[in-house]
């Protein structure tokens, strides 16, 4: 299974650091968040990996090669031209997963220790569309799952707005979802036209009849690395020990 970082956003949230380098080459404890989420997929075998680029993307070519691939097979999707947002990306993405049945998506900036193989493992025996990561923490926008963990709409708490995408929204619980993946390759065929769109309000619309599922990434830990002061915490708090597959621990 090929594994897709999307790692092209401009990083709006870290100027100005991201007005000389992509956000995906910002340190974290003194290492790319680029290269942590490369040897964390790579210490869960993962060794066919796909990097979408936009933002400084030569820099992110250059540093790749620099590491002679992490002793990866490494390949780019190139949106220089026109950035495409989550869903976009995936679908331009989509001929370098032909032959693949199932393809796991993660965030470059979000830093988890979860188990993808687990990940991977539940997707695989629900035979669902997609599968996506989730975590019980305070959000802005959380997920609404019924009792077997099938994604059932979305809620705001502070605009105290709650879309249901299925007739019974009741006994329904909230948890948030936490940037990683796993996707069916027949959600090709749903994919719409346009070739820009978010990946999140397009799912939550596909759930209403699809068969979409969560997994509770628990009691892995989580960072967002998508602003100075999570990025300052997660450098506080994790500690990257090159002896162990896991790599990414906490201190």
Not at 72 to 93: H, Q, V, W, Y
Not at 152 to 178: Q, V
Request: glycine share 8%; aromatic share 10%; with cysteine.
């Amino acid at each position: 299974m090929k594994a897709f970082i999307l790692a092209a956003g401009t990083g709006t949230r870290l100027r100005p650091v991201t007005d000389k380098i992509p956000k995906a080459l910002i340190p974290v404890g003194g290492i790319p968040m680029l290269e942590i989420v490369i040897r964390r997929l790579a210490g869960a075998g993962f060794t066919n990996l796909v990097i979408n680029i936009h933002h400084f993307s030569e820099q992110v070519r250059e540093y790749v090669a620099s590491k002679n691939n992490f002793g990866l097979d490494i390949t780019f999707s190139d949106e220089s031209d026109r950035l495409l947002d989550t869903g976009g990306a995936i679908r331009k993405a989509q001929p370098l997963f032909q032959g693949e049945e199932n393809i796991l998506v993660h965030n470059v900036d979000i830093l988890t220790n979860l188990n993808y193989q687990s990940l991977v493992a539940a997707h695989l025996h629900s035979g669902a569309l997609a599968t996506l990561a989730v975590k019980e923490r305070s959000t802005t926008r959380n997920l609404l799952i019924d009792r077997q963990g099938r994604l059932c709409g979305w809620e705001y708490p502070d605009r105290h707005l709650r879309i249901c995408t299925h007739e019974n929204g009741k006994g329904l619980s909230a948890t948030a979802f936490s940037g990683v993946y796993v996707l069916s390759a027949k959600i090709f065929e749903k994919f719409p036209e346009e070739e820009v769109f978010g990946f999140m309000p397009w799912i939550l619309n596909l759930a209403s009849s699809e068969e979409i599922l969560t997994w509770d990434q628990s009691p892995a830990f989580w960072y967002e690395a998508g602003r100075p002061e999570s990025i300052e915490k997660a450098s506080r708090d994790l500690v990257f020990d090159n002896s162990r597959p896991e790599f990414l621990l906490l201190k």
